[in-house]
Nanobody
Framework: QVQLVESGGDLVQPGGSLRLSCAASGDISDDYAIGWFRQAPGKEREAVSCISSTNGVTFYTNSVKGRFTISRDDAKNTVYLQMNSLKPEDTAAYYC?????????????????????WGQGTQVTVSS
């Protein structure tokens, strides 16, 4: 069994920053891509970013490019999402998910249905 635990969500003012963490544990191999997704009330789930298993390939949805950065520390089995210049429209529950083993080698995918394991989510609220 694989567990993903997100943390780092909070209430922050517009223009502020947060760093989300996604810690993986359990029966997960060393070969997995991670995706971050978010869902705001009344809206569909949206892919935010993903990072490949081994070669550092990353993707971002257009609305967060230049503001968010995804990274991973494999020694800690943890993936981070650094979020800067936050906007009210970034308000959502943020989820990390693992694609294990990766659907496509040496890359990651921005489609939730390819992901096998999901965390419970962490709330990000951007408001003054």
């Amino acid at each position: 069994q694989v567990q993903l635990v997100e943390s780092g969500g909070d209430l922050v003012q517009p223009g502020g920053s947060l760093r989300l963490s996604c810690a993986a544990s359990g029966d997960i191999s060393d070969d997995y891509a991670i995706g971050w997704f978010r869902q705001a009330p009344g809206k569909e789930r949206e892919a935010v970013s993903c990072i490949s298993s081994t070669n550092g390939v990353t993707f971002y949805t257009n609305s967060v490019k230049g503001r968010f950065t995804i990274s991973r520390d494999d020694a800690k089995n943890t993936v981070y999402l650094q979020m800067n210049s936050l906007k009210p429209e970034d308000t959502a529950a943020y989820y990390c998910a693992a694609d294990s083993p990766p659907t496509i080698s040496n890359t990651c995918v921005m489609f939730g249905h390819y992901y096998d394991y999901w965390g419970q989510g962490t709330q990000v609220t951007v408001s003054s």
